[in-house]
Nanobody
Framework: QVQLVESGGGLVQPGGSLRLSCASSGTIPGIKVMGWYRQAPGKERELVASITGSSNIRYGDSVKGRFNISRDRAFRTLALQMNSLNTEDTAVYYC?????????WGQGTQVTVSS
């Protein structure tokens, strides 16, 4: 079974940057979209950014202009460059890959923005 593994989370000060990565352990057929979601305590999971197979990109309103999503050509890795982080970005970040047979989620990586 294919697994998604996130890395790159951690503690950062406000105004700082982090880069998250998501690696697939295998090939997922018929990928439609890859994306990042996040969930803060007491809040619903929300879209951070997504990129389709044809490279159409979408960002959540709160991260536009600060975050950048990218993927490799083989659809095996996904990255999220996060700049100008603020305390409201604190959450567990999840990688998603939507393929022909359904959704695959990573286990999540904690991002904490605090001074």
């Amino acid at each position: 079974q294919v697994q998604l593994v996130e890395s790159g989370g951690g503690l950062v000060q406000p105004g700082g940057s982090l880069r998250l990565s998501c690696a697939s352990s295998g090939t997922i057929p018929g990928i439609k979209v890859m994306g990042w979601y996040r969930q803060a305590p007491g809040k619903e999971r929300e879209l951070v950014a997504s990129i389709t197979g044809s490279s159409n990109i979408r960002y959540g309103d709160s991260v536009k202009g600060r975050f950048n999503i990218s993927r490799d050509r083989a659809f095996r890795t996904l990255a999220l460059q996060m700049n100008s982080l603020n305390t409201e970005d604190t959450a567990v970040y999840y990688c998603l890959v939507r393929g022909a047979w359904g959704d695959y989620w990573g286990q999540g990586t904690q991002v904490t923005v605090s001074s």
